[in-house]
C-alpha cells in the first residue's frame, strides 16, 4: 500500500467521520431550540459530545468491520466488492491532497495562536499581591477546585483580558493593572469556573476537530459555536456563585464592560478561553443569561449527566448503523453486479480455465493501479482495462502458504480476461474466463505480490473485483 493508498484510506475516514459530525450538529441545533429554554446545561453538554463525534471514526469501523464480516465471508471465505466510494481516481485524489493542505494551514493559524500564547506568558510574573492571591485560593475553594492553580500577572501589549491556558499546568493570567475587589471576584469567578469545566481540553479537541474537518463548512460553526457556549456556560456557573456574595447579573457584565473599556480587546488568542472578546458577543450573551439563567436549575446535574449520556449513547448507535446501512448497499451492489445467491454464494461459473502460470516473458503493457477502498487484508478494484493491457495494484507482502481470494466481474460479459497474482519479477498466477468468477490463489514463497487484470479481448472492458488475503 503506497502513499496515495493510504492517504485515500485516512481520507475517506475524515469524509465518513465529518459526515456523521455534521449529522450530529444539525440534530444538536434543532434540539438546542427547546431544550435551552428547559436546562442550556443540557444543550452545553450535548455540544461537548457532537465535537467529540467530529474526532471519533465510528461509521468508518462500521464499515470496514461489515466490509470483514460480511455474509460473503461467511462461504469458504470468498471476499466481496465495496463500491461505496471510488477512491482511485485523480479527482478523489486531488481532493485528499486538497484537504491535507487546508489542514495544515488551519493547523498553522491555531498554532500561530499557540506561540502568541508562549509568548504573551513569557511576560508572566508573581506580583506579590496578599489580598488578590488570598482571593484567588479562597475562589478556588469555593469552587471544588483539586490540584494546583497558578495565578499570574502579565504586562504584555497583548495581553488584553484575563484568559486561562494549560492542561496539567494550569494558570489563570491577569492583565497588570489595579483591580476592585468586585472586579477580582468577578474574574476569577469566571476563568476558574473554566478550569473547573476543562474548557481548555475541550478548546484543544475542538481545534483539533476543526483542522482534521477543514473542508466541512459545519466545523467552522462548531469552533463559534462552541467558544460562545462555553463563555454562556462560564457566565451562568459565575453569576450564580457570585450572588452568594451580593454580586448580581447586572452589576457582573457591568463590570465585565468596564475593563474592556478599559482594555479594549483587539488580540484574540482563539486557543484559549477568554472574559471578554467582541461587543456583539457580549451583547449576545447577556441576552442569553437574561433569558434562560432561571431554568439551569430545574433539573439536577445528575440527571443532566444522564441525559447526556443518552444523546451519546444515541448518537454512537446512530453513526454506527450508518456505517451498516453503507456496508449494506455495497452488499446489495454485490448482488446486483455478481452471480450472488440468496445465501450470499458465489455461484458456480462456467467457461473458467483451471490456475495457470504466465511467464514474465509474456508481459504485456503493465499500469500500476492505486488500491480503491481497502483494509488491511484486502482491496477493492474498480478500472477500465484497454485491450492488450495489464492492471496491477501496489505490491503487498505475503508470506508462503497465504490464501489470497479474488472475485471479479468484467463488462461485456463475453471479453475473455485473467485475474490472479502477479509476482515481484512479473511472472503470474492467472485464470482465464468472461464475465464474473471467482477463485483462491496460495503463495507458494513470501515475498511481495500484486493483484493483477489482464484484458485478454480486443476491446475495453470495466472490471470491479475484490480481494482478501
Known amino acids: 500500500m503506497n502513499w496515495t493508498s493510504i492517504l485515500s484510506q485516512i481520507f475517506f475516514c475524515v469524509l465518513v467521520t465529518t459526515a456523521t459530525g455534521s449529522v450530529m450538529l444539525v440534530i444538536w441545533f434543532f434540539c438546542s431550540l427547546f431544550l435551552r429554554k428547559w436546562n442550556p446545561d443540557l444543550v452545553y453538554y450535548m455540544l461537548r459530545w457532537v465535537v467529540i463525534m467530529f474526532l471519533l471514526p465510528i461509521t468508518y469501523v462500521a464499515i470496514m468491520q461489515n466490509y470483514n464480516r460480511s455474509y460473503v465471508r461467511e462461504v469458504n471465505g470468498v471476499p466481496r466488492m465495496m463500491y461505496v466510494l471510488n477512491t482511485n481516481t485523480d479527482v478523489y485524489h486531488g481532493i485528499a491532497i486538497l484537504w491535507i493542505l487546508t489542514m495544515l494551514f488551519v493547523a498553522a493559524i491555531f498554532l ?27 475562589i478556588k475553594e469555593v469552587l471544588g477546585i483539586k490540584g494546583r492553580v497558578e495565578l499570574l500577572c502579565n504586562d504584555s501589549a497583548r495581553a488584553k483580558s484575563p484568559f486561562v491556558y494549560g492542561i496539567w499546568k494550569r494558570k489563570v493570567v491577569l492583565p497588570y493593572m489595579d483591580y476592585t475587589p468586585e472586579q477580582v471576584k468577578v474574574v476569577f469567578y469566571h476563568e476558574l469556573s473554566h478550569i473547573k469545566k476543562s474548557d481548555i481540553v475541550f478548546r484543544y479537541l475542538m481545534m483539533l476537530a476543526v483542522a482534521v474537518n477543514s473542508l466541512n463548512p459545519l466545523a467552522y460553526v462548531l469552533l463559534y459555536v462552541v467558544t460562545e457556549w462555553s463563555e454562556r456556560d462560564c457566565d451562568a456557573k459565575a453569576i450564580e456563585a457570585l450572588e452568594k456574595e ?179 519479477n512479473s511472472d503470474c498466477d492467472v485464470v482465464e474466463g468472461s464475465g464474473s468468477g471467482a477463485h483462491d490463489f496460495t503463495i507458494s514463497s513470501s515475498g511481495y505480490y500484486r493483484i493483477m487484470v489482464e484484458n485478454r479481448s480486443s476491446q475495453q472492458i470495466h472490471v470491479m473485483g475484490n480481494y482478501q488475503y
Open 112 to 138: 500561530k495562536s499557540k506561540v502568541t500564547q508562549h509568548l504573551v506568558c513569557k511576560m508572566n510574573f508573581d506580583d506579590g499581591d496578599s489580598f488578590t492571591q488570598s482571593e484567588f485560593d479562597r
Open 246 to 424: 451580593d454580586i448580581h447579573t447586572k452589576q457582573y457584565y457591568d463590570i465585565i464592560w468596564q475593563l474592556m473599556e478599559t482594555d479594549p480587546q483587539k488580540h484574540m488568542m482563539v486557543t484559549f478561553p477568554m472574559l471578554h472578546g467582541k461587543r456583539n458577543v457580549m451583547y449576545r450573551r447577556m441576552d442569553f443569561m437574561e433569558k434562560y439563567r432561571k431554568n439551569v436549575k430545574k433539573i439536577t446535574k445528575p440527571l443532566t449527566m444522564a441525559l447526556v449520556m443518552v444523546f451519546a449513547l444515541l448518537s454512537t448507535v446512530t453513526a454506527y448503523g450508518a456505517g451498516l446501512e453503507i456496508a449494506k448497499a455495497s452488499d446489495d451492489e454485490l448482488k446486483k453486479t455478481q452471480n450472488v445467491s440468496q445465501y450470499g454464494v458465489f455461484e458456480k461459473t462456467e467457461g473458467w480455465s483451471e490456475e495457470m502460470f504466465i511467464p514474465a516473458s509474456d508481459v504485456p503493457n503493465i499500469v500500476y493501479i492505486n488500491d480503491g477502498i481497502m483494509t488491511l487484508s484486502g482491496g477493492s478494484i474498480d478500472w477500465n482495462v484497454p485491450t492488450g493491457t495489464r492492471y496491477v495494484t501496489t505490491s503487498i507482502y505475503m508470506a508462503k502458504g497465504t490464501k489470497v481470494q479474488i472475485a471479479c466481474t468484467a463488462t461485456p460479459d463475453d471479453c475473455t480476461y485473467w485475474f490472479g497474482i502477479m509476482h515481484a
